[in-house]
């Protein structure tokens, strides 16, 4: 483990060895069987994770029962209710491995730890964060203001091996189409 997290890291910001060796010991890391949850809709979201393998997804479920679909995690990327870590109010959100993964978790002081002895960090995560902003800012543009082709094959562009590692229903959710509208979308475009 931490090869995938060294890598992202050495992508944004420069850290020594020692540093880096440092970082390691403030993490958790931690193997998730495939549906299995890391954070469940009412616990406290007490880590944010790196997806050094697998894939995960954040999601909610609302009144009516229906899942809405936030965010897929692949490898390289990091998943947490960052409201829920940052504050310690329960979360809405449920986490779920959707491949057998491996994390690393890192709990909130350990996180204002590795930024106080650290400084390179505390610019990978103001990097990460913003770039996490613009990111949902885009997505909830395009929600409003695109079709629901132009989602999905934005999402195919972006993630081409999407469609092999996440079922159809659960790509529906994430564009906001029902799965008879990606259905009818995917034999218009195939």
């Known amino acids: ?25 403030l ?17 406290s979201c007490v880590y ?31 998943a947490a209710d960052l409201y829920s870590f940052f504050t310690g109010e329960t979360s809405d959100y449920n986490i ?9 978790l ?3 002081d350990s996180w204002d730890l590795l930024l106080k002895e650290i400084p390179g960090f505390e610019r990978y995560f103001r990097i990460l964060i913003q770039n996490n902003l613009i990111v949902t800012q885009r997505r909830l543009m395009d929600t409003m203001s695109t079709t629901a082709e132009e989602r999905y094959l ?7 091996d999407i469609s092999q590692r996440v079922p159809q229903h659960m790509i529906a959710s994430y564009i906001g189409v029902t799965r008879e509208t990606l259905s009818r979308l995917r034999s218009q475009l195939h």
């Open 1 to 25: 483990m931490f090869e995938v997290l060294r890598k992202k890291l050495n992508e944004t910001i420069s850290l020594s060895s020692e540093e880096f060796e440092y970082a390691k010991t």
């Open 27 to 43: 993490f958790i890391p931690k193997k998730l069987r495939k549906k299995r949850f890391l954070l469940e809709d009412g616990d």
């Open 48 to 78: 944010t994770s790196f997806v050094e393998k697998g894939l995960l997804r954040s999601f909610i479920i609302d009144d009516k029962g229906n899942e809405h679909i936030l965010q897929f995690s692949m490898q390289g990327w990091w």
């Open 96 to 104: 779920e491995a959707m491949e057998d993964s491996e994390l690393l």
């Open 106 to 108: 890192i709990t909130k």
């Open 154 to 160: 934005k999402l195919l562009h972006d993630f081409p």
